[in-house]
C-alpha cells in the first residue's frame, strides 16, 4: 500500500531560525495537504497542493509540490514559539487520507 | 458555529469489551472519516462514510465497524478490545468525499485499553 515518510522525525530549533519537513510518497499523489498539530491537540488543516511544481504560500509557510507529485516540502522562515507542534503531510485520494510519519518541531527562545 | 464534536472524551476498557465512540460533523458536512493515532504516529485511516454508505475502508480487522445516521453523525464500534487499540480516535468531517477536501478534525476520544 500507500507509504509516507517524513523527515525528520524531529527537529529542536533556536527561535528565529528556519524549518524544513520533506516529505515523501512510495506512489504518485494526486494530491498533498498539510496539518499541523499541537500538543494534546487534534490536526489542523494547513493547506492543499494539487498541481505538479505548486507553491503555496501563508505569512511565513512556504508549501511546494514536487514535479513528479511524489514529494513535497514544507519551509518556516523565523520560526516562532507559536510554530511548536508536529506537522504531517497527507496523500489524499477521493475515499481517504494517508498521513506521513509526523515532523516534530520544538522551538526555544 | 460548532466544529466536530466527539463523545466521550476519555474513556477505559478492558481487554474483550466493546466500544461505542460518537461522532457529530460539521453543520453542512456529510462525510465523516475516522482514524486511529497511536502514540507518536501520524493518524491512520479506518472507515469513510458519506450519506450513510461506507466509501473507504482501511486496513483494520472486522472487529473495526462504524456507521453514519440520516443527520449525518456517526459511531465507530470495536469489538474484542484488545491492548494494542489503545489510541486517540479521531473523526473528521468534509463537505463530501469526492475530491480533495480539507478534514475537520475533532479533539478525539482518547481510549485507554487495560
Known amino acids: 500500500g500507500q507509504q509516507v515518510m517524513q523527515i525528520p522525525q524531529y527537529q529542536h530549533v533556536q527561535e528565529g531560525e528556519d524549518f524544513t519537513t520533506y516529505c515523501n510518497s512510495s506512489?504518485?499523489?494526486?494530491?498533498i495537504q498539510w496539518y499541523k498539530q499541537r500538543p494534546g491537540g487534534h490536526p489542523v488543516f494547513l493547506i492543499q497542493l494539487v498541481k505538479s511544481g505548486e507553491v503555496k504560500k501563508q505569512k511565513r509557510l512556504t508549501f511546494q509540490f514536487g514535479e513528479a507529485k511524489k514529494n513535497s516540502s514544507l519551509h518556516i522562515t523565523a520560526t516562532q514559539t507559536t510554530d511548536v507542534g508536529t506537522y504531517f503531510c497527507a496523500g489524499s485520494t477521493a475515499s481517504k487520507l494517508t498521513f506521513g510519519t509526523g515532523t516534530r518541531l520544538q522551538v526555544t527562545l | 458555529d460548532a466544529g466536530v464534536t466527539q463523545s466521550p472524551t476519555h474513556l477505559i476498557k478492558t481487554r474483550g469489551q466493546h466500544v461505542t465512540l460518537r461522532c457529530s460533523p460539521i453543520s453542512g458536512h456529510k462525510s465523516v472519516s475516522w482514524y486511529q493515532q497511536v502514540l507518536g504516529q501520524g493518524p491512520q485511516f479506518i472507515f469513510q462514510y458519506y450519506e450513510k454508505e461506507e466509501r473507504g475502508r482501511g486496513n483494520f480487522p472486522d472487529r473495526f465497524s462504524a456507521r453514519q445516521f440520516p443527520n449525518y453523525s456517526s459511531e465507530l464500534n470495536v469489538n474484542a478490545l484488545l491492548l494494542g487499540d489503545s489510541a486517540l480516535y479521531l473523526c473528521?468531517?468534509?463537505?463530501?468525499?469526492?475530491?480533495?477536501?480539507?478534514?475537520?478534525f475533532g479533539d478525539g476520544t482518547r481510549l485507554s485499553i487495560l
Open positions: 506512489t504518485t499523489l494526486s494530491n
Open positions: 473528521a468531517s468534509s463537505l463530501n468525499p469526492t475530491g480533495p477536501q480539507p478534514q475537520h
